[in-house]
Nanobody, 118 residues
Framework: QVQLVESGGGLVQAGGSLRLSCAAS????????VDWLRQAPGKEREFVAA????????SYADSVKGRFSISRDNAKNTVYLQMNSLKPEDTAVYYC???????????WGQGTQVTVSS
């Protein structure tokens, strides 16, 4: 069974950068597409970015296009989210998730807090 662990969150000033990591256990991680989602206080969880298993395809929410970049290193079983030009509205708990189906994701990390101060 694959397990996901996020890291790299923290407190940063507006305009700053952070890189989140999603490290996976399990030999089959390279076969999974992986998404990053976030949930701000009082708001529903929302999609941020996605990357295919081969890293050949990526997609982004409009709110982060041009500022965030998703990548993966399958040799290290890790997916990254590089976040630049951060804004206070990016403040949220960020989750990585995989194994998406009609029933939703079957793999979730525990989340990592990102706080952007103005």
């Amino acid at each position: 069974q694959v397990q996901l662990v996020e890291s790299g969150g923290g407190l940063v000033q507006a305009g700053g950068s952070l890189r989140l990591s999603c490290a996976a256990s399990g030999r089959t991680f390279s076969t999974y597409a992986v998404d990053w989602l976030r949930q701000a206080p009082g708001k529903e969880r929302e999609f941020v970015a996605a990357i295919s298993a081969s890293a050949g395809t990526t997609s982004y929410a409009d709110s982060v296009k041009g500022r965030f970049s998703i990548s993966r290193d399958n040799a290290k079983n890790t997916v990254y989210l590089q976040m630049n030009s951060l804004k206070p509205e990016d403040t949220a708990v960020y989750y990585c998730a995989a194994g998406y189906s009609a029933k939703g994701y079957n793999l979730w990390g525990q989340g990592t807090q990102v706080t952007v101060s103005s």
